[in-house]
């Protein structure tokens, strides 16, 4: 509104409007500001959805990185483990799910505790079953894609935890609820 009161009155090169003039500029502001969201400026990028608001859900989240929020406390399987070697593998777990590599390194999906308990009991089971029978094929979340798109992948999967991938590599788990600490964090952090 400043630019268009001072446009006018050297225009205009009078001063005796000044107060109508800036009464006018400031309303029409105000009642532009009902029909349109942000400036003349700032309409593409918001229709884009590249312009984030400060204080928004999305901004938080848009300043979140998954390689800060990673786990990299758990203890990878191999999908032709047989359940007796698991077992052994489990003793030493501080988790309950368990990352499955095949022989090229690559994430195939993850063990949970959930999924392989029917088992444990059946010891005839043993040397049959190995954990690419039992595994969860979950999405997989890239290290550089948004927090957005890694919630959408929660989502979907009903998982709390994912397999985070950069390339072909295998980085860690990505927990929902850790996820969400960070989110809180952030947000306390923002409203100070």
């Not at 006018?24 to 990028?45: C, K, N, R």
């Not at 969860?136 to 989502?155: C, G, H, Q």
Request: some cysteine; hydrophobic content about 45%; charged content about 25%.
């Amino acid at each position: 509104p400043l630019t268009g009161i001072f446009l006018v009155m050297e225009v205009t090169r009078g001063y005796s409007m000044i107060l109508p003039l800036m009464l006018t500029a400031s309303s029409a502001m105000v009642v532009s500001s009902f029909f349109e969201i942000g400036s003349v400026y700032t309409q593409d990028l918001i229709k884009q959805g590249s312009l984030i608001k400060r204080g928004t859900d999305r901004y938080l989240l848009h300043h979140l990185n998954i390689g800060d929020i990673l786990d990299k406390d758990f203890i990878t399987i191999r999908e032709d483990l047989l359940l007796r070697n698991f077992i052994e593998e489990f003793k030493k777990a501080r988790r309950n799910y368990f990352p499955v590599l095949n022989k090229e390194n690559k994430c195939v999906g993850v063990v949970f505790l959930d999924d392989i308990r029917p088992h444990l009991f059946d010891r005839s089971l043993y040397d049959l079953v190995t954990m690419g029978s039992v595994m969860r094929n979950l999405p997989l979340i890239s290290l550089n894609e948004p927090i957005s798109a890694a919630l959408d992948k929660f989502e979907t999967s009903k998982a709390w935890s994912l397999p985070v991938v950069e390339g072909d590599q295998f980085l860690g788990m990505l927990s929902k609820s850790t996820l969400f600490d960070h989110y809180r964090r952030e947000l306390q952090i923002q409203s100070i």
